[in-house]
T-cell receptor, first 110, second 115 residues
Framework: EADIYQTPRYLVIGTGKKITLECSQT?????MYWYQQDPGMELHLIHY???????EKGDLSSESTVSRIRTEHFPLTLESARPSHTSQYLC?????????FGPGTRLTVL | QKEVEQNSGPLSVPEGAIASLNCTYS??????FFWYRQYSGKSPELIMS????GDKEDGRFTAQLNKASQYVSLLIRDSQPSDSATYLC???????????????FGGGTRVLVKP
């Protein structure tokens, strides 16, 4: 299994602020993913990475951006938060064929 | 047609009974299949993975895969109130295609186990 860490766990922030959601894993996994999920709704893949300096957009269009400078870290950034960005953001990584999730960050934009 | 389909439920099951969840997928070349359990407000937790046709058992959980019919199912035996959650089916579509190792998730089936 993977130990995946996400910070912060909860974030309430005002419109227009720049935010970065952190995701890290200590197992050296190459494949990492960001999902967005509204309460009671489906998971949507918004970004993924297959290794350092590799990032791709997912199935759901997102105004967020990601970077993968180090294997361990896969941060997600919103340059200007809006209320429509209010959601839960889940980071995941692959151990072989299996994908494991971090605890998530619940973001509320006022 | 969605790539991975599940009945949204809720599936109401008496305590001690068997809960049966189904999932169908559209990509005939799919190779890897997963079941996740997600409690309200929490992140998905991997409970089963299956790669070959047939049954795979792990404790009270049994995953069943039928690639010819393009469905995968999950049985929960001796259901407990703590099994009440949303169960997500996920499929790793054909390796080598542009989508690579991404998982495609179904919408989930909500299970309620009543004491």
């Amino acid at each position: 299994e993977a130990d995946i860490y996400q910070t912060p766990r909860y974030l309430v922030i005002g419109t227009g602020k720049k935010i970065t959601l952190e995701c890290s894993q200590t197992m050296g996994h190459d494949k990492m993913y960001w999902y967005q999920q509204d309460p009671g709704m489906e998971l949507h893949l918004i970004h993924y990475s297959y290794g350092v300096n590799s990032t791709e957009k997912g199935d759901l269009s997102s105004e967020s951006t990601v970077s993968r400078i180090r294997t361990e870290h896969f941060p997600l950034t919103l340059e200007s938060a809006r209320p429509s960005h209010t959601s839960q953001y889940l980071c995941a990584s692959n151990w072989g064929h299996e994908q494991f999730f971090g605890p998530g960050t619940r973001l509320t934009v006022l | 047609q969605k790539e991975v389909e599940q009945n949204s439920g809720p599936l109401s099951v008496p305590e001690g009974a068997i809960a049966s969840l189904n999932c169908t997928y559209s990509d005939r070349g799919s190779q890897s299949f997963f079941w996740y359990r997600q409690y309200s407000g929490k992140s998905p937790e991997l409970i089963m993975s299956i790669y070959s046709n047939g049954d795979k058992e792990d404790g009270r959980f049994t995953a069943q895969l039928n690639k010819a019919s393009q469905y995968v199912s999950l049985l929960i035996r001796d259901s407990q109130p703590s099994d009440s959650a949303t169960y997500l089916c996920a499929v790793n579509i054909t390796p080598g295609k542009a989508a690579g190792n991404k998982l495609t998730f179904g919408g989930g089936t909500r299970v309620l186990v009543k004491p």
